[in-house]
């Protein structure tokens, strides 16, 4: 028989699973939608901060939105150039 505490820790990590899934397939059907391909480096001085390698812009400033990247990035003008190539 499992305690009261395993139960609500087993019923946490099933949820933690599903919710883990849930985000994965969100992006997985929208990534067309966000541009997160870009190369990253460390923010200097930050443990879990990261800006994009050719603007320098941070990453939650971002926000995977291509018009978020500074207009001069080289991502951002090679994005624009394959989106205007293919129309």
């Not at 933690?16 to 990534?31: P, S, T």
């Not at 460390?42 to 995977?64: N, P």
């Amino acid at each position: 028989m499992l305690l009261p505490q395993t139960k609500l820790q087993n019923a946490y990590t099933t949820i933690n699973k599903r919710n883990f899934f849930n985000m994965n397939n969100f992006y997985n059907i929208h990534k067309h939608r966000f541009y997160i391909d870009y190369p990253q480096e460390k923010l200097d001085g930050e443990l879990y901060k990261y800006k994009c390698a050719f603007c320098g812009i941070d990453t939650v400033t971002i926000d995977g939105m291509l018009e978020n990247h500074s207009p001069t990035c080289e991502y951002r003008l090679q994005k624009e150039n394959d989106a205007n190539s293919d129309t």
